[in-house]
Nanobody, 128 residues
Framework: QAQLVESGGGLAQPGGSLRLFCTVSGFPFSAYAMAWFRQAPGKEREFVASISWSADRTNYQDSVKGRFTISKDVARNTLYLQMTSLKPEDTALYYC?????????????????????WGQGTQVTVSS
């Protein structure tokens, strides 16, 4: 059974940076597209970024383009989200998620219903 464990969240000042980690096990990481989602208090969960199974394509929510970078290290079984120029509105619980189907691109995994396994989340708070 697949397992996803996020870490790296914490408190950052506006304009600061954080790097999130999602360590995976129980499935062939190299064969699956992955995504990051987030959920702020009182709001619905939203897509943040996705990466294709081959890691040659990425896709971002408009509000994080140019500030966040998604990547995957197959050798380390780890998905990353590098976040820079953080804003208070980036405050949320961040989740990584695995695509249901193997060998797909970045579009399908943008939808939460296309993901079958999720981590428990890691909290990111941006505040001065």
């Amino acid at each position: 059974q697949a397992q996803l464990v996020e870490s790296g969240g914490g408190l950052a000042q506006p304009g600061g940076s954080l790097r999130l980690f999602c360590t995976v096990s129980g499935f062939p990481f190299s064969a699956y597209a992955m995504a990051w989602f987030r959920q702020a208090p009182g709001k619905e969960r939203e897509f943040v970024a996705s990466i294709s199974w081959s890691a040659d394509r990425t896709n971002y929510q408009d509000s994080v383009k140019g500030r966040f970078t998604i990547s995957k290290d197959v050798a380390r079984n780890t998905l990353y989200l590098q976040m820079t120029s953080l804003k208070p509105e980036d405050t949320a619980l961040y989740y990584c998620a695995k695509d249901k189907l193997a060998y797909r691109g970045v579009e399908g995994v943008r939808r939460s219903e296309s993901c079958d396994y999720w981590g428990q989340g890691t909290q990111v708070t941006v505040s001065s």
